[in-house]
């Protein structure tokens, strides 16, 4: 008597050209976003020295907050719709 067993087999196939381009975009956003939060830290330090300084670094700092959500929103996402091996 012959028993079956069906195994997973995952072959990694080379990446296409989307596949390539939006990691490297995820790496964009990555550095566009800490640049952000850093722009908005030296702005609201040099706040210190004029108030209404103070108040546009919290706003860059508050758009940075907001890439950070967008691109954790966009790992998620990925992370979630990515195929998974059974098991």
Known sequence: MCTADARWVHVRTPATLAQRYFRQMSIRNLGAVGL???VGLV???LGIVAS???TVGVLILFIGGVG???VVGEYLIRYFSS???PG
């Open 36 to 38: 952000v939060i850093l």
């Open 43 to 45: 702005i609201g330090v």
């Open 52 to 54: 209404s300084l103070y």
């Open 68 to 70: 950070v959500a967008v």
């Open 83 to 85: 195929p998974r091996p």
